[in-house]
T-cell receptor, first 116, second 111 residues
Framework: NAGVTQTPKFQVLKTGQSMTLQCAQDMNHEYMSWYRQDPGMGLRLIHYSVGAGITDQGEVPNGYNVSRSTTEDFPLRLLSAAPSQTSVYFC???????????????FGEGSRLTVL | GEDVEQSLFLSVREGDSSVINCTYTDSSSTYLYWYKQEPGAGLQLLTY?????DMKQDQRLTVLLNKKDKHLSLRIADTQTGDSAIYFC???????????FGAGTRLTVKP
């Protein structure tokens, strides 16, 4: 099973450039989310989605856009990259409505982004 | 503020017990979690505890929950070098599966 797949694993951008981090899951999970991980700060929620066509903001949404056109895919777009967006980005998914839903998140391996 | 707090570093000798502590924020959290992150990898769920439980044991892992003090701990018995990783405490908040994570405790196991 592939689980949650993120691409690219590494990316270097210049300030002002735009890019899209891709995330796909093959577990038919309704819920998908993006986190960023910074040293000493743990993971912070950027955006999340509870199903196709539905997205909402998390704790740190500024500078990022998302869309959810299918259940499987949840891309994260950086519109105009800034050095403050240098981070490791994780996509995660889970069931939303299963009776056994414990909220367990399944994570991708991460995308390390450097903005110069 | 709304922070999940945990110490950043813990070092133990192989064979000893490790105890990682965490304080969380939301008394209405239904589930509390421990995730493990190995180098270069994403987080994986290690264990979780439902909020109406005080303790949960799973092989070498023991989770203790003190709801009054909003304190969660993870004990790893007979710690092995393969347990070296970053351990994140997390609480579920809101109506979805949004998680609030601590900063992570880096456990180093010395032979």
């Amino acid at each position: 099973n592939a689980g949650v797949t993120q691409t690219p694993k590494f990316q270097v951008l210049k300030t002002g450039q735009s890019m899209t981090l891709q995330c796909a899951q093959d577990m038919n999970h309704e819920y998908m989310s993006w986190y960023r991980q910074d040293p000493g700060m743990g993971l912070r929620l950027i955006h999340y989605s509870v199903g196709a066509g539905i997205t909402d903001q998390g704790e740190v949404p500024n500078g990022y856009n998302v869309s959810r056109s299918t259940t499987e895919d949840f891309p994260l777009r950086l519109l105009s990259a800034a050095p403050s967006q240098t981070s490791v980005y994780f996509c995660a998914s889970s069931y939303s409505y299963s009776p056994l839903n414990t909220g367990e998140l399944f994570f991708g391996e991460g995308s390390r982004l450097t903005v110069l | 503020g709304e922070d999940v707090e945990q110490s950043l570093f813990l070092s133990v000798r192989e064979g000893d017990s490790s105890v990682i502590n965490c304080t969380y924020t939301d008394s209405s959290s239904t589930y509390l979690y421990w995730y493990k992150q190995e180098p270069g990898a994403g987080l994986q769920l290690l264990t979780y505890i439902f909020s109406n439980m005080d303790m949960k044991q799973d092989q070498r892992l023991t989770v203790l929950l003190n709801k009054k003090d909003k304190h969660l701990s993870l004990r790893i018995a007979d710690t092995q070098t393969g347990d070296s990783a970053i351990y994140f405490c997390a609480e579920k908040f809101g109506n979805n599966n949004d998680m609030r994570f601590g900063a992570g405790t880096r456990l180093t196991v010395k032979p």
